[in-house]
């Protein structure tokens, strides 16, 4: 089957939803502990496609408006979530410090005292910062990806700054990587399609291969580091290759693109108010209660901001046209 995988789908906006979509289910895998490792997988493929993501949408728009794309899409919705946590918590009597909630609000997560999955949004700020920097002053892609690449050492180096158990270091790496991937992105679809598939198909085999071994047969700090690179480049090249074929999961694709609103609601349930789906029924009975609310708490927020946003741009342009 021909397809023009150059323009429509590979590597595509449905690529990366779909990949969302596994990420996110690994992570809750992971969670509920019915996967051993398998959030560790879920962080790993996120941040290869945030710096995928990022580096394309470079190319295509710049980075002037860069800060107020993150805060809507990222720190805003984060905020809202976080709100909600912090009046909770003064409701049922957990009290915090001033000073821990606000940095908490604004996206520090160095303690892990209100939700510990979200380091994630301290790390992730982190490298948006640090893209920032390196895409606004250096002129030179190769010389980018040095800058972030030496940044993911230091990153590791001061890992300990993290709460403790979440294995920051573990995914130093992913995100440069995701920056090389998208600029290498024109690279990869000059390559003719029959060699291309042959190509993603022999990644994908020695990847999962790779991965299988260092998982079942290996259990070390290094193991488990490169064994998530090693899943996350299977999981990459294998949609990657599905890509090429216009082959879509719809249901994984859904859940991907709500993946981050899921990000922002599942783990604090299994953790600070875990009590509320202590219900004494069967085990999966309260797991999948527990995964509807989270779904219908996600497509709400979903909705929510994407409605405020729709309103903040309907502002906007009548402030400029009375201007």
């Not at 001033?98 to 790390?123: A, C, H, P, R």
């Not at 074929?245 to 600070?272: A, H, Q, R, T």
Request: a positive charge.
């Amino acid at each position: 089957m021909e397809v023009d995988y150059n323009l429509k789908n590979y590597l595509n906006k449905n690529w990366s939803n779909q990949l969302k979509g596994i990420a996110i289910i690994l992570v809750i895998l992971g969670h509920l502990r019915l996967i051993s490792h398998a959030g560790a997988w879920g962080v790993a493929i996120f941040l290869i496609i945030s710096g995928f993501g990022l580096t394309q949408s470079y190319f295509k728009s710049g980075i002037n408006d860069f800060f107020k794309k993150r805060v809507s899409k990222v720190l805003f919705p984060y905020f809202i979530v976080t709100l909600i946590w912090v009046v909770i918590d003064a409701f049922i009597g957990i009290k915090h410090s001033v000073s821990s909630t606000i940095l908490v609000l604004i996206g520090i997560n160095l303690n892990g005292e209100f939700d510990k999955s979200m380091w994630y949004i301290t790390f992730i700020l982190m490298w948006y910062l640090m893209f920032y920097i390196t895409f606004k002053f250096i002129r030179t892609n190769n010389i980018r990806v040095i800058m972030l690449f030496m940044f993911s050492i230091i990153l590791y180096k001061f890992r300990f700054i993290f709460p403790s158990g979440v294995g920051a270091g573990l995914y130093v790496l992913e995100f440069p990587i995701g920056v090389l991937l998208g600029i290498s992105y024109k690279k990869i679809t000059d390559v003719k399609t029959d060699n291309l598939k042959i190509i993603q198909g022999i990644l994908t085999i020695c990847c999962f291969s790779i991965f299988f071994i260092l998982y079942t047969q290996f259990d070390s700090y290094k193991a488990y580091f490169l064994e998530n690179l090693f899943f996350a480049f299977g999981s990459i090249s294998l949609f990657g290759l599905l890509s090429m074929y216009s082959i879509k999961m719809k249901l994984i694709e859904w859940v991907g693109i709500i993946s981050f609103e899921i990000y922002l609601f599942e783990f604090v349930f299994l953790s600070n108010y875990k009590f509320i789906f202590n219900l004494s029924l069967n085990i999966w009975v309260e797991r999948l209660l527990y995964i509807v609310f989270v779904l219908c708490l996600s497509l709400i927020l979903q909705k929510l901001i994407g409605m405020i946003n729709r309103l903040s741009k309907v502002s906007s342009k009548q402030k400029s046209v009375a201007q």
